[in-house]
């Protein structure tokens, strides 16, 4: 079972264009993070939202978390051939001391010059 | 280098042979975590620690055993491979959760092919 769902799957647009990712959840979190990961390395962490209706700028991208801390969107506006990667939301759970990640299948995204 | 590396970065094996992948952090974080990535499947946590010699199972674990006797290296063994372990691995490492802010640090990852 996925917790997060992520959409869409594959975005290709060309540079210049705007975006928004969508990951959605039926369960609550404490607080959600973005990663971004380009081919052969590991996720980085972009960043975590923590308040329901928490909107956070870094850049170009915007991030949102939902009033209910179930779902979240990241937005990007005029997209450049660098924004080119794998895009994850990873819930954290707060019910036990781990704080655990759930991740989402992730949304790949091709910006074309 | 400080920071979170993994070896081998590339490994082939055959079905039935033992595998171990290395982990080593340099910044005494105390939790530690593996994952496999796979196309259709995002990132699942195989295995977590959050301590020397506390270790627990993940939502994969099955094939899988883990130690940590020193708090820098947290290596994963494939004891028997099978194909269906033919992934992508990661390690991952955080400090102990004070907050909501908390960061993981993730590994450039080994890429295992099991024939």
């Known amino acids: 079972t996925q917790l997060l769902e992520q959409s869409p799957q594959f975005l290709s647009i060309q540079e210049g264009e705007n975006l928004t990712v969508y990951c959605n959840s039926s369960?609550?979190?404490?607080?959600l993070q973005w990663y971004r990961q380009e081919p052969g390395e590991g996720p980085v962490l972009l960043v975590t939202?923590?308040?329901?209706?928490e909107v956070k700028k870094l850049k170009r991208l915007t991030f949102q978390f939902g009033d209910a801390r179930k779902d979240s969107s990241l937005h990007i506006t005029a997209a450049q051939p660098g924004d080119t990667g794998l895009y994850l939301c990873?819930?954290?759970?707060?019910?036990?001391?781990?704080?655990?990640?759930?991740f989402g299948r992730g949304t790949q995204l091709t910006v074309w010059p | 280098d400080a920071g979170i590396t993994q070896s081998p970065r590339y490994k082939i094996t055959e079905t039935g042979r033992q595998v171990t992948l290395m982990c080593h952090q340099t910044w005494s974080h105390s939790y530690m975590f593996w994952y496999r990535q796979d196309l259709g499947h995002g990132l699942r946590l195989i295995y977590y620690s959050a301590a020397a010699d506390i270790t627990d199972k993940g939502e994969v674990p099955d094939g899988y055993v883990v130690s940590r006797s020193k708090t820098e290296n947290f290596p994963l063994t494939l004891e028997s491979a099978t194909r269906s372990q033919t992934s992508v691995y990661f390690c991952?490492?955080?400090?102990?959760?004070?907050?909501?802010?908390?960061?993981?640090?993730f590994g450039p990852g080994t890429r295992l092919l099991v024939l």
């Open positions: 990873a819930g954290v759970d707060r019910g036990s001391t781990l704080g655990r990640l759930y």
């Open positions: 939202v923590v308040t329901g209706g």
């Open positions: 369960s609550v979190f404490s607080s």
């Open positions: 991952a490492s955080r400090e102990r959760p004070r907050g909501s802010q908390e960061t993981q640090y």
